[in-house]
């Protein structure tokens, strides 16, 4: 079993900053690879970045490419998601998650993952 808490969703004007954190627990955080999703009000699951285990291999949505960077401290079992230059299409709640099995890179399919956090709101205004 694993627990995932994500944290540092806010409200901020379009063009500024946010960063995640995705705080582990229950499982060795170093084994698996890991993603974050993002759900806008009335619209499917999103994929927005994934990151293998090892840290060495990401994976971006095109929209995000450039102002997103996903990272990731073994050491902390935090996952990270750096947002700049945000923008009012970014809105939404953000999930992250846990690639099923060890070892892996990361994953465009939100199938692909068997745990998931509860999610932290992002609100751009413009």
């Known amino acids: 079993q694993v627990q995932l808490v994500e944290s540092g969703g806010g409200l901020v004007q379009a063009g500024g900053s946010l960063r995640l954190s995705c705080a582990a627990s229950?499982?060795?955080?170093?084994?698996?690879?890991m993603g974050w999703f993002r759900q806008a009000p009335g619209k499917e699951r999103e994929f927005v970045a994934a990151i293998s285990w090892s840290g060495g291999i990401t994976y971006y949505i095109d929209s995000v490419k450039g102002r997103f960077t996903i990272s990731r401290d073994n050491a902390k079992n935090t996952l990270y998601l750096q947002m700049n230059s945000l923008k009012p299409e970014d809105t939404s709640v953000y999930y992250c998650?846990?690639?099923?099995?060890?070892?892996?890179?990361?994953?465009?399919?939100?199938?692909?993952?068997?745990?998931w956090g509860q999610g932290t709101q992002v609100t751009v205004s413009s």
């Open positions: 229950g499982r060795t955080f170093s084994t698996y690879a």
């Open positions: 998650a846990t690639r099923k099995g060890t070892y892996s890179s990361g994953s465009r399919l939100a199938s692909e993952y068997e745990y």
